[in-house]
Antibody, heavy 119, light 110 residues
Framework: EVQLVQSGAEVKKAGESLKISCKAS????????IGWVRQVPGKGLEWLGM????????RYNPSVEGQVTVSADKSVSTAYLQLVSLKASDTARYYC????????????WGQGALVTVSS | QSALTQPRSVSGSLGQSVTISCTGS?????????VSWYQQHPDRAPRLMIF???KRPSGVPDRFSGSKSGNTASLTISGLQAEDAADYYC??????????FGTGTKVTVL
């Protein structure tokens, strides 16, 4: 069974940076896009971006481009999401997701990492 | 990119059917047969229920079905069960190889 295990909850101050990790297992890491989805408490889902670990091709949601960076390390089957210049509005749960080619759907989700940013 | 439009809530009695709509544009829902639906229970990660408009992943009950017409996709839950009470989000591949989610719909089982 595909597993995506994320790093733990984080508490940060406004203006700081943060890097969240997502370790993948039970599938060939370089064969699938892996991405990130944000959910502000009580609100909906927002796609942030994704990377193809096979060739490092990356795609971003235009609304967050420049504020987030997606990366991956093939040697440890791990994807990362970096957030810079954190704001209180970045307080959210961040999920990593695996995208399958058929239908471009997210078939596997990490457990989510809660990020709290205090001003 | 703008979020796809879903009704805020729908409700139905046990055993009835409910349908959730998801309206986008020709840049997303209408342009590709790449619409998915996700179920989310409180404090849980979302779960993929439908992909490629009509396909169900293994383990998803066949009372869940999807369809699309033009720029609007739909999820129908037939024979509503208590455990179907949850939030549902549509999602679609969009131009420039991006992705967009819907605004979310709360399903209540009466």
């Amino acid at each position: 069974e595909v597993q995506l295990v994320q790093s733990g909850a984080e508490v940060k101050k406004a203006g700081e940076s943060l890097k969240i990790s997502c370790k993948a297992s039970e599938y060939i890491f370089t064969n699938y896009w892996i991405g990130w989805v944000r959910q502000v408490p009580g609100k909906g889902l927002e796609w942030l971006g994704m990377i193809h670990p096979g060739d490092s091709d990356t795609r971003y949601n235009p609304s967050v481009e420049g504020q987030v960076t997606v990366s991956a390390d093939k040697s440890v089957s791990t994807a990362y999401l970096q957030l810079v210049s954190l704001k209180a509005s970045d307080t959210a749960r961040y999920y990593c997701v695996r995208r399958v080619e058929v239908g471009a759907a997210f078939d596997s989700w990490g457990q989510g990492a809660l990020v709290t940013v205090s001003s | 990119q703008s979020a796809l439009t879903q009704p805020r809530s729908v409700s139905g009695s046990l055993g009835q059917s409910v349908t959730i709509s998801c309206t986008g544009s020709s840049s997303d829902v209408g342009g590709y047969d790449f619409v998915s639906w996700y179920q989310q229970h409180p404090d849980r990660a979302p779960r993929l229920m439908i992909f490629a408009v009509t396909k169900r992943p293994s383990g998803v009950p066949d009372r869940f079905s999807g369809s699309k017409s033009g720029n609007t996709a739909s999820l129908t839950i037939s024979g509503l069960q208590a455990e179907d009470a949850a939030d549902y989000y549509c999602g679609s591949f969009a131009t420039s190889h991006s992705y967009v989610f819907g605004t979310g719909t709360k399903v209540t089982v009466l």
